[in-house]
């Protein structure tokens, strides 16, 4: 069984935007991670683009990185061959590849991708989707590299797709630059306990 990871570039007030070049998201100041960089975050990036993983993500987040990485091979290889599975109900091909469109009941689709054989699945980004992933249940774990700065953007990484839900930290590190690198890992129902 595979497991779905969602791996995020947030603020301290919650915001997920894309940390690259500045036409990538231009709903928030621009290459904001370039200057919370060091060594040790570096490594930690790098760790987890050297996993074997497939992709899973929106049709946004695809869009931009259809234009981006196939001519930066040099920065990640593994993106360029890992199979991308895209939640879209418009497009149906492209010449990015290997990539698999699921359309219809994505939450459905992508809870079945999880129980065939194959590595884990990585989401960056996809901000939609990552609310239908949470809102059904189907997030294993969460990867956050989160940034001493407020963004104030829309685009919440906990908003209305949030479920009640344990998590126990698997991995953390504090890099230089005050960046936390935090993996949580679910672990089952909030446990309550009467005063």
């Known amino acids: 069984m595979r497991k779905i990871n969602v791996l995020e570039f947030v603020s301290l007030d919650g915001v997920i935007e894309a940390p690259g070049y500045p036409e990538e998201d231009t709903s928030g100041p621009p290459w ?64 990015w590849q290997p990539s698999v469109f699921l359309n219809g009941d994505i939450a459905k689709k992508i809870a079945e991708l999880k129980q065939q054989e194959g590595p884990d699945l990585h989401v960056y980004g996809s901000a939609n989707l990552v609310q239908t992933l949470m809102k059904h249940d189907l997030v294993d774990a969460f990867w956050l590299k989160i940034f001493p700065i407020t963004l104030g953007g829309e685009k919440r990484l906990f908003a209305e797709g949030t479920i009640p839900a344990a998590f126990k930290v698997t991995e953390s590190t504090v890099t230089s630059k005050g960046v936390i690198f935090v993996n949580y890992e679910r672990a089952g129902a909030v446990q309550t306990r009467s005063l």
Do not use: C
């Not at 060091?38 to 760790?47: C, E, G, L, R, Y």
């Not at 987040?61 to 890992?82: E, K, M, R």
């Open 32 to 95: 904001w991670i370039r200057m919370h960089s060091d060594p040790i975050s570096s490594a930690a990036v790098k760790k987890q683009m050297d996993m074997p993983v497939d992709l899973l993500l929106g049709r946004r987040t695809f869009d931009l990185w259809a234009q981006f990485w196939p001519q930066h091979n040099d920065i990640w290889p593994g993106v360029n061959s890992a199979t991308k599975y895209v939640a879209s109900n418009t497009v149906t091909s492209h010449e």
